[in-house]
């Protein structure tokens, strides 16, 4: 018998969910998606927050919804260029 188990490793990685539903997307939310993966290019941060796109996080309405990990921060965009700050700030 192995007495030996796997402990999950703690990442680094940020992670910054974009809502991708149809709410979202009336407030420009592939656009939201677009930039921060443009910023992602630009800056190599690649390593320092990693950018998905979900299907829905159910917070309809007053902008495209992101969800910061490991916080579980939700923000809400109005603007697709209020992405930058958000990324500025948490990269």
Do not use: H, Y
């Not at 921060?36 to 796109?53: H, L």
């Not at 992101?66 to 948490?90: D, I, M, W, Y």
């Amino acid at each position: 018998m192995n007495k030996f188990r796997a402990i999950p490793r703690k990442t680094s990685t940020k992670k910054l969910k974009v809502c991708t539903g149809p709410g979202c997307r009336a407030w420009e939310s592939k656009k939201v998606l677009d930039l921060c993966w443009r910023f992602k290019k630009r800056t190599n941060g690649a390593e320092a927050v990693q950018v998905i796109p979900v299907r829905c996080l159910n917070k309809c309405g007053g902008g495209a919804v992101v969800r910061l990990s490991p916080s579980e921060t939700l923000l809400k965009l109005r603007e697709p260029e209020e992405a930058f700050g958000v990324l500025n700030q948490n990269c």
